[in-house]
């Protein structure tokens, strides 16, 4: 798919990229995310139109159509290109440019990926961290998410279930697959 180098076309792409990455139910990846890998000028281009209008509704909207290998290869993209040595450094209160509302984007991507509370999220985060060793902080992200996946995986235990094992001494309570391989 080439992608209009100038012009109205290159607008108008930008903004169909845009559309389908915040309303198509996939956010279009099977077509905008080879665009972006294959022009990289296009793909911060979007980005910073999706992050510029980018409210909790965007990043809920594109972190909802995206599986979690998808989040991460955009979050590791966003990196590589809105390193976060580069990122803004104000203290006062100031007038949110460009830049910056692409590194609460880039952000927010990480954060819903860490709430999702699967294995996968877990996952996703783990690769990107692989990617990028020198971000220490993403072993605490981890740690997180893995705790959220806890949380939203746990299944108490019966009230049968604990008298039967409390009645057997060579049984065990197995609550999910993690349990019965250990």
Known sequence: LPIPSRGNARSRAIIAACVLMTHAEDAG?????????????????????????SNERHTTNVGLRLIENQLADLYIWLVRQYPYTEDPKLKDTHWIGPRENVTIWRDSILNHLKGRGTQQSCEAIRKIARHFPEL??????????????????????????????????QARLVQNGDQLLA
């Open 29 to 53: 990846w099977s077509v905008v995310w080879p665009a972006i890998e294959k022009d990289t000028r296009f793909g911060r281009e979007l980005i910073s139109t999706i992050a510029q209008d």
């Open 136 to 169: 220490e902080w993403l072993k605490w992200t981890i740690m997180e998410a893995q705790t959220i996946t806890r949380r939203h995986t746990w299944v108490p235990p019966r009230p049968a279930d604990i008298l039967k094992i409390s009645n057997n001494e």
